[in-house]
C-alpha cells in the first residue's frame, strides 16, 4: 500500500497504484482518462519539437522573404511568389502536424490495448481471490464486486452494484461506526483495518476482518476504494475447535482411572462430533468376545452397555468393527447387513467407528451413532474421534500394565506399581523446571506456572525427613550416569495432606557427557502405600484388637531377646475359659465385645513395658521383660485371674468368665520365642487340667530335660573315649546319572550296651556342655583321614562335614581344618564343609569373613537345611557357596504337596541363579528323585539311595553299579 495522500498532492508523486487502471478505470473520472501522456514521446521532446518548429518557420519566413527581394524586382512577381511560398510552407506544416497526429494517436491505442489487457488480467486475479473483494466510488456505493464477496454474503453482484456499503457494526458491540468516517480513515492512514459484522439478506450474519484502501487515477486523485472481506468467523471456530480438542485430549492423558477415561472419552466423541449416541466396544480375552464398556446416549431408552451386547450378533458386529483395523462410516438405510438390524431398531440411521490399538494391536473400536439421516462426518471430525480413539488405546495399555503389575507384586511380594502421574524435566546445574504436566495442580495444588517460577518449589514441598535421602540419589545418578528410583514424601499445598511419590528419573547428557537435565516419571503412591503398611500392620497385629499377633509377638521377643540375651523375662500364656460359649449363644459379635474388654482389662493390669498379644481365638499372651520375683510374679498372675472374675456386660445381661495361665520364664525355660510361647501353652494345658481359673508354672518339663541333658553330657565323655562315637557316610548321588559322587559324614553313637542314642539328642548335649569342640576337630581329623584311604584305593569323593555354630565361631577355625587337610596330605577340594543358616547369622561379617577364606583355599562350603532359617539373599549373595541343601522337611511330601513343589522348585531357581548346584536331602521314592532331577536339582541323598553307612560299604557301593536304576528322562517327561 502507498503512503497516505490528499488531493492536494505532491508536484511528484508516486507510481499510480495498479488498481487505479484497468477493471477500476469504472472509477477514474473522463478527464483523467489516459491522454497523450502515456505516449512514447515526452513532454520535453513535444516542447523542443515545437520551438525547433518556430525557430525553422521564422528562418523561413525571414530568409525567403529576403531572397525573393534580391531575386525578383518587380513587386507584382514579388507577391506572387509570396503566395506560392505561403502555400508551399502550409502545404510542409500541415503534412507535418499530420505524422505527429498518427504518430500519437497510434501510441494512444497502444497504450488503450494495454490498459484493457491489464483490466482483464486484473478482473481474473480479483475472481479469483479467496477473500471478498469490492470497489466503492468515493460516496461508498458498490461499483464492482467479486464472487467470493458474494458467496461471503449469500447475494449476486447485481443485488451489491449501485448500493451503499453502509456503517460498519463492530465485533465489540460498541457503537456502529459511520462508514464517511472508516473512509475518511481509510484515505488519510493510507489503510484502515477493523472486525466488523457483516448481515446478510436472509438476517444471519458473518464476521470478517474488513480491510479498506484507497484508489488513486494517474494524476494522484482520488477515485474511490477498495474493500476486502477476510471472513475470521471460520478462522475463530477452527481456534476454538482445535482449543476444545487439545483441551479433551490433555484430560484424556492425565485422567489414570480406565473407567473415568473411559466415560470422559465416550462423552468427548459424542460432543466433538455432534451425534447422538457414543460407545465403546473392548475385545475381551476372558470372554473371548467383545463387550461394551460405556456408552452414552441410550439412558433415556433404558439400555445399560450390558444391553447393547446381549445379542450374538451384537457382538459379531462389534467383534467386525474391531477386527478390520479401520474406520468406517455405515449408512444403516443403505446397508442391509442383518447384523445391523439391532441398531435400526435403535433409530439409528448412521455409525461410524474408529479402531482402538493398543500397542500396535486392534483392542476396540470406538462408535458414533446419530438418528438424523443428513448428518455426516467431516474429515476433521473423523480424525478428532481417531484421536480419542487413541488415547483410549493409551489408557488400555496403561490398564494392562498396572493390572499386570499388581499381579506381579501379589507373586512376589516385592514389585512396586508405578504408574506414571507427573511427567516433568529440570533443568541442571539449578533444577530449573522447563516442564511438568498438568497433573502436578491435581496432585499438589500448585499450577504449573508455579513451578516454572520458583525453581525449589519442589524441593520445598518434599518431607524434611526425606530430603537427605532423594538428594543423594539424584547426586549420585549425576555422577554414574544412571537413571534412579526413589520413594519420597510431598506435602500438599494446603500443608494437611501428605502424599507418597515414587520418582523415575533419568539423566540427560551431551555428547561430551556433561548432564543437560533431568526426565522423570512421578507416580502417585499414596493409595498403594496405605494399603503395604496396611497389610505389615496386618501380617504383624490382630485386626479385631490391633494387639500384636503370634508373628508380632515372635518379631518382639526375638527383637528383646536379641537386645538383651541374658536378661530375664516372663511370657504368661492367658486363656478364657469357656469363651466358646459365647459365641455359640449369643453370636461373634458378642464374643468380639468380650475380647476388647478382656484386652482393656489386661492392658489396665499389666505394667506399662509389658507387651500384650491376641494369638488365637482366646488366646492373650503377655511378655514382661523384667526380673520379677516369685512374688511379684504370683501377684500379677492372681491380679488377672482376679479381674475375670468381675462380669462381662454383654448385650444388657451379665456373663461370667474366668481365665487359666500358663508361665514360663526366659531364658531358663527356652532360647528362642517360639519355645517360650510353647512351654507356656503347655503349662497352660496342665492349668486347665486343674480346673478353671487355675496358673501353672513350666517346671516340671525343663527339670526333667535338664536331667536328660546332663545324663547326656557326662556319658559323652565317657563315649569318646571308649570309641562309642564313630563316623559313618551317607552317599551323595548324581541324580542325573545315578552315581555316587559324594558323601556327608555323620555321628553315629551306639553304646557298648547296644543302646543307640540319637543325634538329636547328643549333638544339642554336646553343644550346651562345649564338647561339640573336641567331638568336631576329631570328626574333622577322621574323615580326612577316611578320604586318604579311599583315594590310596582309588576312590576319589568328597565328603561334607557338619560344622556346628559353636565350631564355626571359634577364630581360628580356618586353621583348624587347613592342619586337619595337611595332616592327611589330601587336596582341600575333596572336603566340604556344611553350615547352618542360624551359624552363619550368629556374626554375619564373620561367617562372610570365614566363607571367602575357606573358599581361597580351594575348600566347598554348602548352606545346611536351606528354607528352615532366615537367609538374606543380601547375605548370600555376599557369601561363595557351591551348595544349597534343600531341607528334607520340603521333601518328604513330595510329589503330592504342590506348596513343597513350588518351594523346592523356588529353591532350586534360586541355586541357578546364584551360581550354586542345589542337593535334596530325606529321598525316599522315586517319584520323587524323578521330580526333584526335572526340576534341575544336581544331587541328592536319603533312604532311597542309602542310609549313613560305615566307610567299607560306603567304599564298596561306589565302586560297583548303583543297585538302584536311574529313571529315564522319557519316564519323566
Known amino acids: 500500500m502507498s503512503s497516505p495522500r490528499t488531493e492536494h498532492a505532491p508536484e511528484e508523486p508516486h ?25 512514447p514521446v515526452s513532454p520535453a521532446i513535444n516542447r523542443r519539437a515545437a520551438l525547433l518548429y518556430i525557430g525553422a518557420a ?173 471472513n475470521i468467523g471460520d478462522v475463530r471456530r477452527a481456534e476454538a475447535h482445535l482449543e476444545g480438542i487439545g483441551g479433551v485430549i490433555e484430560d484424556l492423558a492425565s485422567e489414570q482411572d480406565l473407567h473415568v477415561l473411559g466415560r470422559k472419552a465416550v462423552a468427548a466423541a459424542v460432543r466433538l462430533t455432534d451425534f447422538e449416541t457414543g460407545a465403546v466396544a473392548i475385545h475381551d480375552p476372558d470372554l473371548r468376545a467383545p463387550t461394551y464398556r460405556w456408552c ?61 490399538e493398543s500397542e500396535g494391536h486392534p483392542g476396540g473400536a470406538l462408535l458414533v451413532g446419530t438418528h438424523s439421516s443428513n448428518r455426516s462426518l467431516d474429515a476433521g471430525q473423523l480424525a478428532m474421534l481417531q484421536a480419542v480413539a487413541r488415547q483410549i488405546g493409551v489408557a488400555l495399555h496403561r490398564h494392562q500394565l498396572l493390572h499386570e503389575a499388581r499381579a506381579s507384586e501379589a507373586r512376589f511380594r516385592n514389585v512396586v506399581d508405578t504408574v506414571p502421574d507427573i511427567l516433568y524435566r529440570a533443568e541442571l546445574p539449578h533444577f530449573a523446571t ?28 518434599i518431607h524434611p525427613d526425606d530430603l537427605e535421602h532423594i538428594t543423594e540419589t539424584i547426586a549420585t545418578a549425576i555422577d554414574h550416569d544412571e537413571t534412579y528410583v526413589v520413594r519420597y514424601r510431598c506435602r500438599h499445598r494446603d500443608d494437611q495432606q501428605i502424599l507418597w511419590f515414587e520418582d523415575h528419573g533419568h539423566v540427560e547428557r551431551q555428547s561430551d557427557m556433561v548432564p543437560t537435565g533431568i526426565t522423570g516419571v512421578i507416580s502417585d503412591i499414596t493409595a498403594q502405600k496405605k494399603a503395604e503398611d496396611r497389610l505389615t500392620f496386618l501380617a504383624y497385629h490382630d485386626s479385631l484388637t490391633t494387639l500384636p499377633n503370634r508373628h508380632g509377638l515372635i518379631r518382639a521377643i526375638d527383637h528383646w531377646t536379641g537386645e538383651h540375651p541374658e536378661a530375664p523375662a516372663v511370657l504368661l500364656y492367658i486363656d478364657l475359659d469357656r469363651f466358646h460359649l459365647v459365641n455359640d449363644i449369643l453370636g461373634h459379635d458378642a464374643g468380639d465385645t468380650l475380647l476388647l474388654d478382656a484386652r482393656d482389662r489386661l492392658q489396665a493390669i499389666l505394667p506399662t513395658d509389658a507387651l500384650l498379644a491376641r494369638i488365637g481365638a482366646d488366646e492373650f499372651v503377655a511378655f514382661l521383660p523384667s526380673d520379677l520375683s516369685p512374688g511379684e510374679l504370683r501377684a500379677h498372675t492372681s491380679a488377672i485371674l482376679s479381674s475375670f472374675s468381675r462380669p462381662f456386660t454383654l448385650k444388657g445381661q451379665d456373663s461370667y468368665l474366668s481365665a487359666s495361665i500358663g508361665v514360663a520364664t526366659w531364658p531358663r525355660d527356652a532360647s528362642e520365642a517360639k519355645a517360650l510361647i510353647k512351654h507356656a501353652h503347655l503349662a497352660l494345658a496342665h492349668a486347665k487340667e486343674s480346673g478353671p481359673a487355675s496358673c501353672s508354672f513350666y517346671a516340671g518339663e525343663i527339670a526333667t530335660r535338664q536331667q536328660r541333658r546332663l545324663s547326656l553330657q557326662s556319658r559323652l565323655h565317657r563315649a569318646m573315649v571308649d570309641d562309642e562315637i564313630t563316623v559313618a557316610y551317607q552317599p551323595i548321588i548324581d541324580l542325573r546319572s545315578g552315581k555316587i559322587t559324594g558323601a556327608e559324614a555323620l555321628l553315629r553313637w551306639t553304646t557298648t550296651t547296644g543302646e543307640v542314642i540319637s543325634p538329636a539328642d547328643f549333638i ?64 582341600p577340594g575333596r572336603l566340604a564343609l556344611e553350615l547352618t543358616e542360624s551359624a552363619m547369622l550368629a556374626d554375619p561379617d564373620h561367617s562372610i569373613r570365614v566363607v571367602h577364606r575357606l573358599r581361597e583355599h580351594g575348600l566347598r562350603v554348602a548352606i545346611d537345611d536351606f528354607g528352615t532359617g532366615y537367609s538374606s539373599l543380601e547375605r548370600l549373595k555376599q557369601l561363595p557357596v557351591q551348595i544349597l541343601k534343600i531341607d528334607r522337611s520340603f ?43 526335572d526340576m534341575g536339582c544336581q544331587y541328592g541323598q536319603g533312604f532311597f539311595f542309602s542310609p549313613a553307612i560305615s566307610p567299607e560299604h560306603l567304599f564298596e557301593k561306589a565302586t560297583r553299579p548303583p543297585i538302584w536304576n536311574a529313571p529315564r528322562v522319557e519316564e519323566a517327561v
Open 434 to 461: 522447563s516442564f511438568i504436566s498438568p497433573a502436578a495442580e491435581r496432585l499438589l495444588g500448585y499450577p504449573s506456572q508455579a513451578f516454572y517460577n520458583d525453581p525449589q518449589l519442589w524441593r520445598s514441598r
Open 891 to 933: 521333601v518328604k511330601d513330595l510329589p503330592g504337596d504342590h506348596r513343597d513343589a513350588n518351594i523346592v522348585r523356588s529353591i532350586v531357581t534360586l541355586s541357578q541363579n546364584f551360581q550354586m548346584k542345589a542337593l535334596a536331602e530325606g529321598i525316599e521314592s522315586a517319584a520323587q528323585w524323578t521330580l526333584l532331577r
Open 58 to 230: 521564422t528562418l523561413w519566413v525571414t530568409a525567403s522573404d529576403a531572397l525573393l527581394n534580391r531575386l525578383i524586382p518587380t513587386p507584382a512577381l514579388r507577391d506572387l511568389a509570396q503566395t506560392g511560398k505561403g502555400i508551399v510552407f502550409i502545404l510542409a506544416s500541415g503534412a507535418a502536424l499530420y505524422a505527429l497526429l498518427r504518430r500519437h494517436l497510434r501510441a494512444l491505442h497502444r497504450v488503450e490495448r494495454q490498459v484493457v489487457a491489464r483490466d482483464a488480467h486484473i478482473g481474473r486475479i480479483i475472481d479469483t481471490m479467496a477473500n471478498g473483494v469490492a470497489l466503492l466510488n468515493l460516496e461508498g456505493v458498490f461499483v464492482d464486486t467479486n464472487p467470493a464477496l458474494c458467496d461471503l454474503l449469500h447475494t449476486s453482484p447485481d443485488r451489491l452494484l449501485g448500493t451503499s456499503f453502509g456503517d460498519l457494526m463492530q465485533l465489540d458491540k460498541s457503537p456502529g461506526l459511520p462508514l464517511a468516517v472508516a473512509l475518511d480513515r481509510a484515505r488519510t492512514d493510507g489503510r484502515f483495518t477493523l472486525e466488523v459484522i457483516r448481515y446478510r439478506e436472509d438476517g444471519s450474519h458473518v464476521e470478517v476482518r474488513l480491510t479498506l484502501a484507497p484508489l488513486y487515477d494517474g494524476q494522484t486523485h482520488l477515485t474511490g476504494y477498495v474493500a476486502d472481506h477476510l
Open 764 to 827: 544339642p548335649a554336646a553343644e550346651e556342655s562345649g564338647l561339640i569342640l573336641p567331638l568336631g576337630d576329631w570328626v574333622l581329623s577322621q574323615v580326612c583321614q577316611q578320604i586318604r584311604s579311599w583315594r590310596s584305593a582309588g576312590l576319589d569323593l568328597s565328603v561334607a562335614v557338619n560344622l556346628s555354630p559353636l565350631q564355626f565361631l571359634r577364630g581360628d577355625i580356618v586353621e583348624r581344618i587347613l592342619a586337619a587337610i595337611s595332616d592327611a596330605h589330601i587336596p
Open 296 to 356: 452414552q446416549g441410550l439412558e433415556h431408552l433404558g439400555i445399560s452397555p450390558d444391553d447393547i451386547a446381549s445379542e450374538p450378533r451384537d457382538r459379531e458386529l462389534a467383534a467386525r468393527f474391531i477386527g478390520s483395523g479401520t474406520s468406517h462410516s455405515i449408512d444403516l438405510s443403505l446397508t442391509p447387513d442383518p447384523a445391523l438390524q439391532p441398531y435400526r431398531e435403535l433409530g439409528f440411521k448412521s455409525i461410524t467407528s474408529v479402531p482402538i
Open 15 to 39: 507510481a499510480p497504484d495498479p488498481r487505479a487502471t484497468g477493471r477500476l478505470s469504472a472509477l477514474i473520472a473522463p478527464a483523467s482518462q489516459p491522454t497523450a501522456r502515456h505516449t
